[in-house]
């Protein structure tokens, strides 16, 4: 971590520390402001709300959202649920991976993450997706390349 995210962690952790239940909400605010989790924020959160490494890393291991390295510019998260699977989610996601080479993790580039998740809260819309944020539903082949070109040009 360079100098000013430590600052940044510092700040939140002078925040945070003292509140009962402080980790999630701590791991959250911290990954706002970064991007990301950075490995060396474990012995620190560890030392400041009296946790073992092993809890801390535990937490950031169980939830998905929680990234250990910086992310990548965009972030397709295709839904896998069953009602999504039902409406065509599994050839949704082969297109993505064909479009932008890679099915499930980082391009080579690390310019996307594509990720499968496994409900969107969309259910009643399926196909559903998030790219960069920001949920699409009754998504079709045709609708999903749209959807990767404009963000490829910054659209």
């Not at 409900?119 to 990767?148: F, M, W």
């Amino acid at each position: 971590m360079n100098e000013q995210q430590q600052q940044v962690v510092a700040e939140l952790l002078a925040i945070w520390q003292h509140q009962p239940g402080a980790l999630l909400p701590l791991l959250h605010a911290i990954q706002d402001a970064l991007g990301w989790v950075p490995e060396d924020v474990v012995p620190q959160l560890s030392q400041a709300l009296n946790l073992s490494r092993a809890e801390v890393v535990g937490v950031i291991s169980f939830y998905h959202d929680f990234r250990t390295q910086p992310p990548a510019a965009h972030r397709l998260r295709v839904c896998m649920a069953e009602s999504c699977q039902v409406a065509g989610a599994e050839a949704l996601s082969a297109l993505a991976g064909q479009q932008l080479g890679t099915r499930e993790g980082e391009t080579a580039d690390g310019q996307w993450q594509v990720r499968p998740v496994y409900c969107l809260g969309a259910c009643a819309c399926s196909p559903a997706l998030q790219l960069d944020g920001q949920l699409h539903v009754q998504v079709t082949a045709e609708r999903l390349t749209q959807l990767l070109a404009s963000s490829r040009e910054g659209v």
